[in-house]
């Protein structure tokens, strides 16, 4: 590896232990030494080139073997580094359906730690799931976006950061594509950040065990973008972290059902009544407006954020950022008085019962 950086009673008692949620011990790593994300976030975005056998690509998608590469990251300022790396397929669906199946990119510690970097090794690696390029990358700019939104609403979230991404066939290098990308924070760096414990095996986790505060922005973060492809129950598209005070935290990932993203295989949840893609649906547990009042505020005072950081955002063109803003407009305007909101979040039988309660 080359690092270059240039600038009966058995088995009960074994029932037992497979209903406990299992916490997840953090690797040990020192808490001083910035990871390679922290590195690369210094940047709006990073150039790439990733080195793979072009032919272990079918291996990757229908096994969980994994492959050697390598990773280049070139930053702006004349920095690069250089990595050997393991890969890996990943998800479940987009694995199946995508031109080239989604990547967990597993590097050294060994090469991150002779870096002077942090011993946080796995990386989700998101790119273009369509043949067609500018479709492609449309919407893994779209899904980018929808996670930086969603980290101005609360440090307890996944980081990201933007890739222009070569990936390079190893036996050809005439085989390549140009395409947008992202890496995505691992689990153990976002539990050593925010000094939470990742909790695997969590299904079914009783609601007053989940963090109130945090499960009511994301619910709402979720009706604002249209996407119902989560659920905190069943941990579809959310992971878990447990605090010290013993309440679970929600933290969402993967977004490309949302309406905000627009990918042309998502289909509505009929399962939560949702007519289509765009319907917005709200999943969340609160039950009334009040209990969103604080969470709904929050959103008010992000408003702004959002549209500034999307209208700065220069890797979608222009129109297709004045079509997220009109989206998170219909949004906000859906919101704009308590009628409406109770409507909208709750259905009209709630506003009948609100108003029952009123006379």
């Known amino acids: 590896m080359n690092v270059q950086m240039k600038k009966p009673f058995a088995i009960f008692g074994l029932l037992v232990c497979l209903s406990l949620p299992h916490l997840h011990a953090l690797p040990q790593a020192d808490s001083l030494a910035p990871s390679l994300l922290d590195t690369l976030l210094q940047f709006d ?45 990943r998800g479940r669906f987009r694995r199946r359906v995508c031109v080239m199946p989604p990547l967990e990119v597993d590097f050294s510690k060994k090469d991150l730690e002779g870096a002077g970097l942090a011993a946080f090794d796995k990386y989700k690696l998101v790119y273009g799931c369509l043949e067609d390029r500018l479709a492609a990358d449309r919407l893994v700019l779209r899904e980018y976006i929808a996670y930086k939104l969603y980290n101005m609403l609360t440090p307890y979230s996944f980081r990201v950061q933007l890739l222009r991404l070569t990936v390079q066939d190893a036996a050809d290098r005439k085989n390549k594509s140009k395409q947008w990308a992202f890496l995505i924070e691992s689990d153990d760096e976002l539990a050593q950040r925010l000094h939470v414990v990742e909790c695997k095996q969590c299904m079914g986790v009783p609601s007053e065990k989940i963090d109130p505060v945090h499960e009511k922005i994301m619910s709402l973060f979720q009706f604002m973008i249209c996407n119902t492809d989560w659920n905190i129950s069943m941990n579809r598209n959310v992971k878990l972290f447990e605090r010290k005070d013993g309440l679970m935290v929600p933290i969402p990932y993967d977004f490309d059902f949302s309406a905000l993203v627009g990918a042309p295989y998502a289909r509505p949840n009929s399962d939560v009544g949702q007519k289509s893609v765009t319907h917005r649906v709200f999943m969340g547990q609160a039950r009334s407006l009040e209990a969103l009042y604080s969470t709904m505020a929050l959103f008010r005072t992000r408003r702004s954020d959002f549209v500034a950081f999307i209208m700065d955002f220069k890797p979608l063109p222009r129109e297709e950022r004045i079509e997220l803003v009109q989206f998170l407009d219909s949004y906000y305007l859906s919101m704009a008085d308590p009628e409406n909101a109770q409507t909208n979040l709750f259905g009209k039988k709630a506003l009948e019962k609100e108003r029952e309660n009123e006379r």
């Not at 291996?59 to 930053?75: N, P, S, Y």
């Open 45 to 89: 975005r990073v150039d790439a080139k990733l080195f793979l056998p072009f032919d272990s690509l079918e291996v990757l998608r229908f096994t969980d073997r994994a492959c050697k590469g390598k990773l280049e990251l070139h930053m702006r300022k004349g920095g690069k580094m250089e990595f050997e790396v393991r890969l890996k397929g």
